[in-house]
């Protein structure tokens, strides 16, 4: 762990009724005021976020959409636009597999997102990850190195900026991708944006992990030079479990503070 304040995420992916949202939300914000060391943020679905937003208010916890249009507004049925999250969102997710792989979002379609949601003043957590596929080839490195590099065309602000890495054969899997080898692509990630951003601007910049991380394992991950934190899945939708993931990095990061 580093200077770096560590970030625990929970993506709470297309679960939770605003009523379920908002009981968990406040769970989430009871257990976790004694951790002010670590950034927490919660990802209900759209429909959950007014409720949740309002659980949280005066905690510890911070709110993120889970995707956004590029675009502003007009004929985009189905779509919601960063001013639509005014009051409601600090932070969107883009460019999850999930949605790169269902609906075809390209590294230009999360970039001009990442623009937008910035020009919002707003955080984009950007995720990026290989394939089963991809991992199958060999290495992995030059994959992810060009999607990140892809996904942050016409990115400037290197403040406003967190990433995920979530290889995603390890996303729902119960087989997370070891310390060694997350820290050994986050660290690839770290000296690419060393070459976008600059060494100290990328020596800012928050990445997580993700894929399969629950209070058992998430230790050796946050223990890693580069990896500040992790974007959780299906362990962000108990409570308990997830307040406990943010215990165990709020012990870590004191033991090194
Ligand atoms: P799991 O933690 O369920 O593997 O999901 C990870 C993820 O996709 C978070 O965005």
Redesign the pocket.
Known sequence: MSSRKPVIAG?W?MNTTPAEGQTLAKAIADGTRESPNVEVIVSPPFTGLSDVSQAVAGSNVQVSAQNVSSEQSGAFTGDVSVSMLEGLASHV?IG???RRGLSCETDGVVAAKAVAVQAAGMTPIL?IGETEDIRKLGNPVESVRSQLRDSLVGVSDWESLII?Y?PVW????GAAASPQQAQAIIGEIRQELEQLAGPEAASKIRILY????NSNNIGPFVDQPDIDGA?????SLQADEFVRIVEMTARLENKTA
């Open positions: 993506n992916k997710i999850h597999s999930e995720c995920a979530e390890a996303i729902g899997t993700g894929g399969s991380v974007l959780v899945g299906g362990a």
